[in-house]
């Protein structure tokens, strides 16, 4: 079992908004470690945008435990993120969400999501993915 403080979490979104709510529910949830990227809002240090494909260069993937990502986003491309992390680290714990359908999801990636919460989000379904894989 992880501790909640100690879980790094990791959340793309190219919407602001949408980024700093998640980053604010997973902390009233007591999930501390939080980083947010999103393109063009955001500074984020570990993220180099490279001819429309984000370059992981300074993230030490290690210490990610988890990965709540768009599965399509504007200006970056949500499929390819998740495709590279997973890459990188076999076992990070990848939630994808979007307005399309799980089963069209799922066939398009494989194994590179681990779960889907389709749009609109239900945070207490959230909550129970991340305590239940987590516990």
Do not use: C, W
Not at 29 to 45: A, K, L, V
């Amino acid at each position: 079992m992880i501790d909640r403080s100690k879980l790094n979490i990791l959340i793309v979104d190219d919407e602001n908004l949408h980024s700093m709510l998640f980053q604010q529910y997973l902390k009233l949830e007591g999930y501390s470690q939080t980083m947010i990227y999103s393109p063009g809002i955001f500074n984020f240090p570990y993220i180099e945008k490279d001819k429309d494909f984000l370059n992981l260069k300074n993230l030490d993937i290690a210490l990610v435990d988890l990965i709540f990502t768009r599965y399509i986003s504007e200006g970056i491309g949500g499929k390819e993120i998740v495709k590279y992390l997973k890459e990188l680290k076999k076992d990070i714990f990848i939630i994808g969400t979007s307005g399309y359908t799980k089963s069209m999801i799922k066939r398009e990636m494989g194994g590179y999501i681990d779960e889907i919460i389709e749009k609109p989000i239900d945070l207490s379904y959230l909550k129970n993915i991340i305590k239940h894989h987590f516990n």
